[in-house]
């Protein structure tokens, strides 16, 4: 065990975290040259284009100091708000921490609170400074920075460029040198806990797991605490770059496991592995259970494309075992899934691995928040999409989740900032100088405010360089209403959002503005109206279609013209009909985009 | 019956509206005149019917051309086709270019119909068309074309034109009737991308008329031209009776044509023809003997598309037998719902076993043929 260290990277996106992974990597031979693809550790095509770690993973490393060898695990942890509780299980899962800052950017809100998380564990925090090489790079500042969030002393702060591979030994030596080797009782009943999970579609599940006490052998059956199911430990090993099946993962080591599991939803991350035949009494602590914070339905563009999307979906939720969902019909839309996401990104990434892993174009209706209503009768019901919501007459009143948010950035912006966030229904809680020319701002907001555009306005308003984190606090009473939208005097189910009352009419204005643009002429006149209950709040009319003909028609013209129709007419075949209003699907993304 | 079009690709200026293929640089125009001339001479085996029966120049500018660059060509088609006796002989001009010297050659030449570009009597559109002459230009051109004895005449107008209002279009229609031209051509202005008014949209600089408006203006064009004694024979085409343009005929209802020229299209029923849209891989291709070009070959589904959206534009509409008989489809039954929809709505009638268009449903052209394709 003094052998052992074990070890994540806590940064923002951008800072150079992937890169200098690799640096790792190659410094200590677990790669060669030849083998390096840059950003090694993001094996997903989408998560080396986006520049980000969406699931984390492990690597063993081995590396020889003053004539000893060491194993180092590195636990990389994803960098995003969404994943904020599989980044606490990573870190709960080292004994240290490298916190990388880029040199010429500074520390951002996202890395503060990873940090706050790293702390909590009592982890060691190595304080590293990437992208030196740059021009922009402002060292002393930044180190100011670092030295007053972790009061370090600047001499314990590495210089490092992941480009260059400058400074990567000294990373590697103070991870030996300052990172505590774990501690843990191999002789105690097993005790291990699961920070991480991915889908293999020939032997299924691998858990990736760190022993805390006693050890694992192949074999050996196991349990499962938290779901309480039982396995065999077909195989159990390190992961270098490729896998290595040993016979016993020790006290303190990092390993995963194969035991032939099907379904991801039975491996939850924080749950603790134990064996069957001499288990621990105790799971070790800190695990949830995952809950998704944004709801939204996804449905195929072509209808006739339902059984494919549920097979993609389920495909897809073999290795996210966070994405949940269920069947749902929309009487515009026809049959769907209302599904549940960690968050704005998590549902992006859902829809993006859609098109590009199963070739599923899909429309995604509005997001919405867990609203709780309180009814009259006493009853509590949740409220996960619109058409959920209960009569007006028979609710109490609604609860929303309000979350605490912290937004760092440069402090010339925080005047736009500050009227953003109140627009959104944000209170201002504290605003802290981390520097003279960096500010935090903490805010009291509600979740349904921030799952739309806000994350888009505030990197405007700030010139991209806010950055937002923020951690859901619990349910405030508000005043919420469901807003619906009528075509021709159909109400499209597809299109109704839930929305406070102050919004509402702005909400119905903008909406009606934006369908107006989208909606094609008919042959007749298409009213669009917004309502609240049986109260119209706003109404604008698509006028009837007056003329629709090409002018000339001549020689060439004829074929230019016969491909135009042909795809008019494959665009009309995609469009969805609500009575007898035919509705483009980018007219259900509308609200979306109100801006 | 085989028509033959030839394409002269060059232009003053350009119009802001155009994308048609042209150049303004008319450096290699009399190499262009020797590649046509080539061309005419490979492809003589491409019409099934060597009978020519019309022959038309369109553009760019053919009236750019000299008169004896002109009377080479028309020599070139003499001799290795046959042109018809009676054959139509359609020269595209501008009205700058027409001076009594070149409406006396070419009148020599055999042509027997002017299509003139006037597009407006309106010196403010023209100007903001960039058109290289203004109405008076056009008009005298049309009244020495008349003194000349050149009486199958057609002129081009244009309407839709952003900020145009009724009383301008009614000033348009006026002058016009008093020319008292056999043909009018009328447009709908569409703005096309790669313009100068494509990029002025792009911009924001221009807004396309309401199509409301532009529906209104379309019932006044097709009023004022009916009562003054002008047939609609086609959405865009007005002629007095006997006076109907045979080679644009012959584009609504599928005789056989070839296309001559760079970006000319060529049509022998089963598969349509592009030249490459370049003059000088046009010019360098002929050189070598050759021909850059492209070939689509019609599918059934093609075939019956191109005869709806052709035909249905036509006075005489849609031959439903015809079209049963020659390419398999029974509108009537494959289109039931969309048709007693548009019957229903008094945009098509059908008499006679054809399918036409009411006056509201030129209007709709393009949308009716939308629901009756396959």
Redesign the interface.
């Known amino acids: 065990m003094d052998h052992l260290r074990n070890f994540c990277i806590i940064a923002h996106i951008d800072h150079g975290k992937s890169t200098l992974a690799d640096r790792l990597l190659q410094n200590t031979g677990t790669v060669t040259g030849r083998d390096m693809q840059a950003q090694l550790l993001d094996d997903m095509d989408l998560e080396r284009e986006r520049g980000i770690t969406i699931k984390s993973h492990a690597i063993q490393m081995a590396y020889k100091h003053e004539g000893k060898d060491y194993t180092l695990n590195l636990i990389d942890t994803p960098g995003h708000v969404d994943f904020s509780y599989e980044v606490s299980r990573s870190i709960a899962a080292c004994e240290g921490a490298l916190l990388i800052v880029d040199a010429s950017q500074g520390i951002e809100a996202q890395t503060i609170s990873n940090l706050y998380l790293a702390l909590e564990h009592d982890l060691e925090i190595i304080p590293v400074l990437n992208k030196i090489d740059l021009p922009g790079a402002r060292p002393e500042e930044v180190s100011e920075e670092i030295i007053d969030l972790i009061g370090c002393d600047m001499e314990d702060i590495i210089h490092a460029s992941g480009k260059t591979g400058f400074g990567v030994d000294n990373i590697l030596d103070a991870i030996i040198k300052r990172v505590p080797a774990p501690k843990g009782k191999p002789d105690e009943p097993l005790q291990a806990m699961i920070f991480d999970s991915q889908f293999n579609s020939f032997r299924g599940i691998e858990v990736i797991f760190r022993v805390f006490n006693g050890s694992i052998k192949k074999g050996d059956k196991i349990k499962f605490v938290a779901t309480g199911k039982t396995y065999e430990a077909d195989e159990i090993g390190t992961l270098g770059l490729q896998q290595h099946p040993q016979k016993e993962i020790k006290t303190g080591d990092v390993g995963y496991l194969i035991s032939g599991i099907k379904v991801a939803k039975e491996v939850k991350v924080g749950d603790t592995i134990t064996a069957i035949d001499r288990p621990t009494t105790e799971m070790i602590k800190g695990f949830e259970e995952v809950k998704p914070m944004v709801f939204a339905g996804i449905y195929p563009v072509d209808t006739q494309d339902y059984e494919e999307l549920r097979a993609s979906m389920e495909k897809l939720q073999l290795n996210d075992a966070s994405l949940v969902w269920e069947p749902e019909t929309s009487a515009a839309l026809g049959f769907g899934f209302r599904c549940g996401f960690l968050g704005m990104l998590h549902m992006e990434i859902i829809q993006e691995r859609l098109e590009r892993e199963f070739d599923m174009t899909v429309i995604t209706t509005v997001p919405s928040v867990q609203f709780k209503a309180f009814m009259t009768d006493g009853s509590v019901q949740d409220i996960n999409a619109p058409s959920e919501m209960p009569d007006p007459s028979r609710i109490k009143h609604v609860e929303e989740p309000f979350i605490k948010a912290q937004i760092i950035s440069k402090a010339d912006y925080v005047g736009p900032i500050i009227s953003l966030c109140m627009d959104k229904r944000g209170t201002i809680q504290n605003q802290v100088y981390l520097t003279a020319d960096r500010v935090e701002l903490t805010f009291d907001i509600p979740l349904s405010e921030i799952v739309f555009d806000f994350f888009d306005k505030l990197k405007t308003i700030s010139r991209g360089y806010a950055s937002l984190d923020y951690e859901l606090t619990g349910l405030k009473q508000s005043n919420m209403v469901k807003l619906d939208i009528m075509l021709n005097g159909e109400a499209v189910d597809a299109l109704s959002a839930i929305v406070h009352r102050d919004k509402a009419y702005e909400w119905g204005k903008r909406l009606c503005e934006k369908l107006k643009e989208l909606i094609p002429r008919q042959m007749f006149e298409i009213p669009i109206q917004a309502s609240i209950g049986n109260k119209i709040i706003s109404r604008e009319t698509v006028k009837a279609m007056r003329k629709n003909v090409l002018a000339k028609c001549y020689g060439g013209d004829i074929s230019r013209k016969r491909k135009l129709l042909d795809k008019q007419k494959k665009g009309k075949k995609r469009m969805r009909q609500v009575g007898n209003v035919e509705i483009p699907q980018d007219a259900f993304m509308a609200v979306l985009k109100l801006d | 019956m085989s028509g033959i ?1 030839i394409h002269i690709p060059y232009c003053k200026q350009a119009c802001y509206y155009c994308d048609f293929h042209f150049s303004t640089s008319l450096q290699n125009k009399q190499q262009m005149v020797e590649a046509l001339k080539k061309e005419l001479k490979l492809r003589t085996t491409y019409l099934s019917d060597p009978v020519i029966h019309t022959l038309y120049f ?1 553009g760019g500018t053919p009236s750019l051309l000299d008169s004896h660059e002109l009377a080479d060509l028309i020599e070139m088609v003499r001799e290795t086709y046959q042109l018809a006796p009676d054959a139509e002989l359609t020269l595209e001009a501008n009205p700058d270019d027409l001076t009594t010297e070149k409406l006396t050659q070419i009148k020599a030449l055999g042509v027997n119909r002017l299509s003139i570009g006037v597009q407006s009597f309106d010196d403010e559109i023209l100007q903001y068309f960039n058109r290289s002459h203004d109405s008076s230009a056009a008009i005298t051109s049309i009244r020495e074309a008349q003194g000349l004895g050149i009486e199958n005449i057609s002129i081009d107008l244009i309407f ?1 034109v952003p900020n145009q209002t009724r009383a301008m279009l009614q000033k348009d229609l006026e002058m016009a009737l008093s020319l008292d031209t056999p043909h009018i051509s009328i ?4 703005i096309e991308e790669d313009t100068v008014f494509g990029k002025w949209h792009q911009q924001n600089k221009l807004t396309p008329m309401d ?2 408006l ?3 203006h ?1 019932m006044l064009i097709m009023e004022t031209l009916s009562a003054a004694g002008y047939e609609q024979y086609e ?2 085409n007005f002629s007095k009776p006997g006076w109907r343009s045979h080679h ?1 005929s012959s ?2 209802s599928g005789t056989h ?1 070839l ?1 001559i020229g760079p ?5 022998d029923g089963d598969s ?1 023809q ?1 030249n490459v849209s370049h003059n000088t891989k046009y010019i360098k291709a002929l050189k070598n003997g050759e021909l850059a070009c492209e070939i ?1 070959t019609l599918s059934q589904k ?1 075939k019956i ?2 005869f709806v ?2 035909q249905i ?1 036509k006075s005489e509409g849609i031959n439903l037998e015809q079209l049963h008989r020659q390419l398999d489809y029974d509108l009537q039954r494959t289109k039931a719902a969309e048709l007693s929809q548009l019957l229903a ?1 008094q945009l098509v009638y059908i008499e006679d076993n054809s399918l036409t268009l009411t006056q509201k449903g ?6 009716v ?2 629901q009756l ?1 396959p």
């Open positions: 079009y369109g839709g447009y709908g202005l569409t199509d409301d532009a529906g209104q379309l959405i865009s644009n584009y609504w044509y296309g970006a000319a299209h060529s049509y349509r592009y689509e093609d598309t191109e959206l052709t534009r709505e030129k209007l709709l052209g393009d949308w043929t939308e394709i």
